[in-house]
């Protein structure tokens, strides 16, 4: 049984920083798949960026530069640190995982992941 849990978000000003969370507990594939997606208000869930377990990782265009990703394979956790942030990336932010890997199009698509978590939610105001 596969479990996903954030922990890291807040509410900063525009410009501030965060750093996320996530650990899968009870994932023993050696082959694997993360990601971080969020949902504003009204809108439908996207991708921010996916990572394999080894290593290599996408970011929608909308945050590269100002967001990182890292992740300590041996505790399954996933970190993301989030700076120069903007009111746009207001949203509950979600972290998801898969068997294997992620494939081309699991950025676009989160209904490749089969296990999330609660969420937790980023609020940048202006």
């Known amino acids: 049984q596969v479990h996903v849990e954030e922990s890291g978000g807040g509410s900063v000003q525009a410009g501030g920083s965060l750093n996320l969370s996530c650990v899968a507990s009870?994932?023993?594939?050696?082959?694997?798949?993360m990601g971080w997606f969020r949902q504003a208000p009204a809108k439908e869930r996207e991708g921010v960026v996916i990572?394999?377990?080894?290593?290599?990782?996408r970011f929608v265009d909308s945050v590269k530069g100002r967001f990182t990703i890292s992740q300590d394979n041996a505790r399954n956790r996933l970190y993301l640190q989030m700076n120069s942030l903007k009111p746009e990336d207001t949203a509950m932010y979600y972290c998801a995982a898969k068997r294997f890997s992620c494939g081309w199009d699991s950025l676009w698509r989160p209904q490749n992941f089969a296990y999330w978590g609660q969420g937790t939610q980023v609020t940048v105001s202006s």
């Open positions: 009870g994932f023993t594939d050696s082959s694997h798949c």
């Open positions: 990572i394999e377990s080894a290593g290599t990782y």
